[in-house]
């Protein structure tokens, strides 16, 4: 395998160490400045109420200074006492004055001061909505699948996961870039920040009680890594990878994963087939792209097909997976079929609220 140097290494971790952080996908978001505009004129909504209530009836306000309340003295009054200043040199003398200080100022005075605490009061509130909402998502969690790098690869995957009818709540997305993770998030998959190398962002993740784990870095030594980690904290979830190099592909097996695609050679045999047969190839790719045309399932033999051969089912079989051993369509082993034995056949395609085979 060409793994870079030890240094090469190094530097590669340093650039994606960051602190693992969970990012849950957000319903609604409101930039900050028109939050900020929307409490500012509030606050200056109710600080010309206060003043225009206090001018209407200056006649019961009393000004040690002067011993008359102007339109100045009424915004200098409204101002101290919404702000619960309260210097004492004007003050409310009538009954009806009064009054409208005890119905009204009052209520416009606490008004005003959760105006003002208003940031500080949503900030505390969404840090409790968060960490509820994480809390909960972690209680649920069960038998999800995990995506190691959200590129090219991973964005494929994801796509061909939710066409067959996977829930996107039950994907998480594990990436070290913040922008990455914030374009999962507007798609409404949960992401974590940081480098899926390390144990402590995995386990933010909660891949010890995922059934599946993707890797679809972009390097091979990190893949590598990744499933070193998966496999260690997770015996039982299935491993697929992606790898650049061929060359790579066994030792990634030996890491832990279950199954290992080389991306660059499987394009290759794409187009070198795309070359002999153009339809051909076509099919391939139609078959490769879950949710439409054909697709190529996995799916348990029922028990109508206990005993059949392997041409005598309603599904074109390709392969018969008995046991760990996968015999193809033609092997006199793989009929009669079992009621333990798993189909790959090739059906046409469904919605994802349709049948679902696969399971």
């Known amino acids: 395998m060409k793994l870079p140097g030890q240094d090469a290494m190094a530097r590669h971790a340093d650039e994606h160490l960051v602190a693992a952080r969970v990012k849950l996908p957000r319903r609604t978001a409101v930039q900050p400045l028109r939050q900020v505009t929307r409490r500012l004129l509030m606050a200056l909504f109710v600080l010309a109420l206060t003043v225009f209530l206090v001018y209407i009836d200056r006649n019961g306000y009393h000004d040690n200074a002067d011993d008359s309340v102007d339109f100045l003295d009424a915004v200098y009054y409204a101002t101290v ?41 949503e900030v505390l509130t969404e840090r409790t909505r968060e960490e509820w909402r994480l809390n909960r998502w972690r209680s649920n969690l069960r038998d999800h699948t995990v995506i190691v790098g959200f590129g090219t690869k991973g964005r494929s995957a994801m796509q061909t996961l939710c066409a067959t009818g996977l829930k996107k709540e039950q994907i998480v997305i594990v990436d070290p870039s913040n922008k990455v993770i914030d374009a999962a998030n507007a798609e409404g998959f949960v992401g974590v920040v940081g480098d899926a190398t390390r144990s402590d962002v995995l386990i933010r993740a909660e891949l010890q009680r995922a059934r599946q784990i993707v890797i679809a870095t972009q390097r091979d030594d990190t893949a590598v890594l990744v499933a070193l980690t998966a496999r260690q904290l997770n015996r039982a979830a299935k491993i697929v990878a992606a790898v650049r190099e061929e060359e790579n592909a066994p030792l990634l097996r030996q ?30 790719e139609d078959l490769i792209q879950q949710g439409s045309g054909l697709d190529i399932i996995e799916r348990p033999v029922i028990k109508a097909e206990v005993g059949r051969n392997v041409r005598e089912t309603d599904d074109l ?13 033609d092997d006199p082993a793989a009929s009669p079929l079992q009621l333990t034995d798993r189909l790959i056949t090739i059906v046409r395609a469904q919605s994802p609220s349709g049948p679902d085979h696969a399971n």
């Open 255 to 284: 890491s832990g994963a279950d199954a290992v695609i080389t991306s660059a050679s499987a394009a290759g045999r794409l187009l070198g087939l795309s070359v002999l047969s153009p339809s051909a190839g076509t099919v391939m």
């Open 81 to 121: 006492t919404l702000s619960t200043t309260g210097y004492g040199d004007i003050v409310p003398y009538s009954d009806s004055a009064r009054l409208v200080n005890v119905l009204l100022v009052t209520p416009l005075r606490v008004l005003f001061l959760i105006i003002l605490v208003g940031t500080t009061l």
């Open 317 to 329: 079989v390709v392969s018969v997976l008995r046991g760990h051993r996968l015999m193809g369509y």
